[in-house]
């Protein structure tokens, strides 16, 4: 299994180039990705890891009853979770470890371009450094650091993939020269990489249903990230888009690839009875209202409505929706 792209670094060349497209919406009805979602086999050992290596902060954590993993994600346990975030974005990462362990990962036997989510996206300051520290604690990658030059701009990209626990794909971009300092060696979460079928749905939901910016839209020039999304070898174009809300948060990185994939969400793979990334969250004033445009654009719900308490939220109101390929998505108001 390859590296799905993550490219954020686009965004910023295209807007100085005057190649980004024009906002779709005039005001971002949110403020874009509020959590990612992930379920892990060993709660401790993965909090350890993005603590202590990939340097994410610690600002909640819990239970979930079994009523409520129930209503929410269809499974007959109960679960913890840990709640961490970055020191400059807003988003959290949710790692949820259910009682009922799962016995696989989400994206195990299938391929690059299947339609689900892939990886997240780290900003770090010196690749070569992580690369050879963290190679020589265990830790594979699939793509080592890889060297491009955006034929749009012509700037220099260093870009990785690795997998960290429960083999979930991390997408690591090196620091650039565009990239204000910082201390320590990881920064900020790029983007949230999501593989669709199609361009236009994607479109329909996070721009029609979200309210969010469509920023890029571009299919890829055949050889230049080949050896990052994994097509090496194959006729297969990619084509990039991007979607961002109004907030600090992670862009959502589209991918569809001209050639026809699966849902692994629909096969059951990309769920949470699996580990691995099941869900992207976002913030809504209305649920309600979020529900009923969902549905008229063809995006059905996939849980009940209820209320739960969520550290560090305080009591919400959420539910699920089957976004583009049946990829789970969170929508939530804090009551």
């Known amino acids: 299994m390859k590296k799905v792209c993550s490219l954020l670094l686009i965004v910023f060349l ?44 610690k600002v909640g954590e819990g ?12 499974l007959d346990c109960d679960a913890r979770y840990v709640m961490l975030k970055n020191e400059v974005q807003t988003t959290l990462l949710q790692l949820i470890e259910f ?3 799962p016995q696989k990962t989400s994206r195990q036997g299938y391929r690059t371009w299947d339609y689900g989510y892939y990886d997240i996206a ?46 979930m794909p991390l997408a690591l971009i090196n620091k650039t020269a565009n990239t204000p300092e910082f201390e320590g060696m990881f920064r900020n979460f790029p983007d949230v990489v999501l593989v669709v079928d199609n361009m236009d749905t994607a479109d329909r939901f996070y721009v029609d249903v979200l309210g969010m910016s ?30 961002m809300g109004g907030g600090a948060t992670p862009i959502i990185e589209i991918l569809d690839y001209s050639e026809e994939g699966v849902s692994m969400t629909e096969e059951g ?12 969250c976002f913030m809504v004033e209305n649920v309600d209202a979020i529900l009923e445009s969902a549905a008229e654009q063809g995006f059905a719900a996939s849980s009940e409505t209820l209320e739960m308490e969520l550290a560090p939220y305080g009591v919400i109101r959420t539910a699920l929706v089957s976004g583009p390929n049946g990829s789970l998505v969170e929508i939530f108001e804090i009551l």
């Open 122 to 167: 780290f900003r770090c300051a010196d690749i070569q450094k992580v690369y050879a520290d963290l190679s020589a604690q265990g830790y594979e990658f699939p793509c080592p650091p890889y060297q491009y030059v955006t034929t749009w701009s012509g700037t220099e990209v260093f870009e990785a993939v690795m997998y960290g626990p429960n083999d």
């Open 99 to 101: 009682s009922e362990r």
């Open 269 to 280: 793979a990309s769920v949470p009875g699996n580990a691995g990334i099941f869900a992207t």
């Open 63 to 74: 239970t979930l009853e079994a009523s409520v993993v129930h209503t929410l994600y269809g």
């Open 214 to 243: 469509k920023v890029f839209d571009m299919e890829m020039e055949k050889g230049l990230v080949d050896p990052i999304v994994g097509t090496v070898g194959t006729d297969i174009v990619t084509r990039i888009g991007m979607y």
């Open 14 to 57: 295209l807007m100085k180039t005057g190649i980004v497209l024009a906002e779709q919406t005039s005001v971002p009805a949110n403020e874009g990705i509020s959590r990612i979602c992930a379920s892990v086999f060993d709660l401790a050992e993965s909090e350890m890891f993005f603590t202590e290596v990939m340097e994410l902060t």
